[in-house]
């Protein structure tokens, strides 16, 4: 078997994630984001200003898998808040796929469209799964769906229940949420995020609270989604081994991009104190 490509548990090949990042680079994807000199002060012009992200520039294409890494305070949160509309930047320019959500344009998107496009492109993860207890794990996964157009069709009752299947909760669908582990909420939580069909997929820290192997299990979900949907995936993580396995680490230090490229090739002065 050539170098370049290995079997993965499962029995299947996988090429060599340089090899897939370089490829991915080559064919030049749809691009789902991207962000042009993107700053975010916080209060600004009062004693408490904080400028928080500095001129961050970059472009996530269609089915790729970007670990965003860096020192607790350098701004991951805050970028993937910007990045998913939750939170707005103070200059420069996003787009999703291709759309001008931020910047100069004519006339800026109202709250009611930028809610749209959130739910209709883009699915969260995050390290505290914000499940709701009262509900059953399946409408807990129909909830975006709900939001949007009320009761869920036949078809959505039937793709939420495929995606519990593929996250491996397909006995506890009727169950209350509170009676899972955290391994199994999280997988509740990224069911939930992909329920929508998202071209992006942003987690925060989405293994932070769980042990080595339910970490693995999940970060698995993630893996396999983003082949299998094509899915952008943007995960925040502290653990090197997880962002390694990322085709793509993107490094923040102090609210600056410094590494952007192959998780292969990140310099080892940033592989420590992730
Ligand atoms: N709402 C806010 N108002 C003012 N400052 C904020 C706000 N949110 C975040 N900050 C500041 O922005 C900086 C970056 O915070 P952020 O939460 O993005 O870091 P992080 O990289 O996600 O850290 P961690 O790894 O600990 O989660 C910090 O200095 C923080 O205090
Ligand atoms: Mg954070």
Redesign the pocket.
């Known amino acids: 078997m050539p170098n370049s490509e290995r079997l993965t548990r499962d029995g299947s090949l996988q090429k060599n994630q340089q090899e897939r990042y370089q490829s991915k680079q080559q064919n030049k994807p749809q691009i789902v984001l991207q962000l042009d000199k993107l700053n975010k002060i ?2 600004p012009d009062t004693p ?1 200003e ?1 400028h ?1 992200l500095h001129d961050i520039s970059l472009q996530v294409s269609r089915g790729e898998l970007v670990a965003l890494v ?12 910007v990045m998913g509309l939750l939170d707005v930047a103070s200059t420069g320019e996003l787009r999703i796929q291709g759309q001008l959500i931020q910047g100069h344009m004519p006339s800026g998107l109202s709250e009611q469209q930028r809610t749209q496009l959130r739910s209709e492109a883009i699915g969260f993860v995050f390290q505290f799964h914000h499940l709701i207890s009262a509900f059953s794990v399946l409408d807990n996964v129909l909830m975006p769906l709900m939001l949007r157009y009320g009761k869920p069709s036949a078809e959505q009752t039937a793709y939420a229940e495929y995606l519990l299947n593929e996250v491996g909760l397909s006995n506890f669908i009727r169950q209350s949420t509170n009676r899972l582990s955290g391994g199994q909420q999280q997988r509740v939580a990224i069911a939930r995020a992909l329920v929508t069909r998202p071209a992006l997929v942003l987690a ?2 989405p293994t932070g609270n769980l042990d080595t192997q339910t970490a693995d299990e999940v970060f698995n979900l993630f893996e396999r989604f983003n082949v299998e949907h094509e899915c952008a995936i943007v995960i ?1 993580t ?1 653990d090197p081994r997880l962002s390694a396995r990322c085709p793509r680490t993107i490094r ?1 230090s102090d ?1 600056r991009v410094v590494y952007d490229g192959a998780s292969a090739d990140l310099p080892s002065v940033f592989t420590a104190g992730l």
């Open positions: 916080f209060n408490l904080n928080v860096g020192t607790s305070g350098s701004g991951k949160s805050t970028l993937l808040n925060d820290e925040v502290h923040l609210g």
